[in-house]
């Protein structure tokens, strides 16, 4: 397998609680940006791939592992693969890492199934089935 998509971020005061730490909720937007990136990297665009190819890949379950807390204004690498295609579903992993110290904050996990405009499920496309599996060889 080649190595993950890596995409940084660092964290803003509005994604903290009143405790300091990263909203749990916040590490699915944080999945979802590293997603996005990890397609752009292999040459596509999320919103190219909804107007052109009618290609909507919805959410269907999402798990997050919280190991340590991130923080405000912590530097957080996300590192995003597919661990699993099977047209129509897709399955992505995530790790997300603090940049200084390279420490697990968390490790999620999300599954997608390939719809069209109406939510009918449909194959993902060749052209993009190709690009992913050239990152899970």
Not at 5 to 32: H, K, P, S
Not at 41 to 49: A, E, N, T
């Amino acid at each position: 397998m080649t190595e993950p998509a890596q995409t940084r971020l660092r964290v803003r005061y509005a994604e903290t609680d009143q405790m300091g730490v990263v909203y749990y909720a916040n590490y699915f937007i944080w999945c979802e940006i590293g997603r996005v990136e990890y397609l752009r990297s292999l040459g596509y665009d999320y919103k190219q791939m909804e107007m052109i190819d009618d290609c909507h890949l919805p959410v269907v379950e999402a798990t997050c592992r919280y190991r340590a807390p991130a923080r405000y204004d912590d530097e957080v690498v996300i590192e995003t693969r597919v661990t699993a295609l099977r047209s129509p579903v897709i399955k992505f992993g995530y790790r997300l890492v603090r940049a200084v110290d390279n420490q697990l904050l968390a490790e999620a996990e999300t599954v997608h199934v390939c719809v069209d405009r109406q939510m009918n499920k449909k194959p993902l496309p060749e052209k993009y089935q190709q690009a992913i599996r050239a990152t899970m060889e």
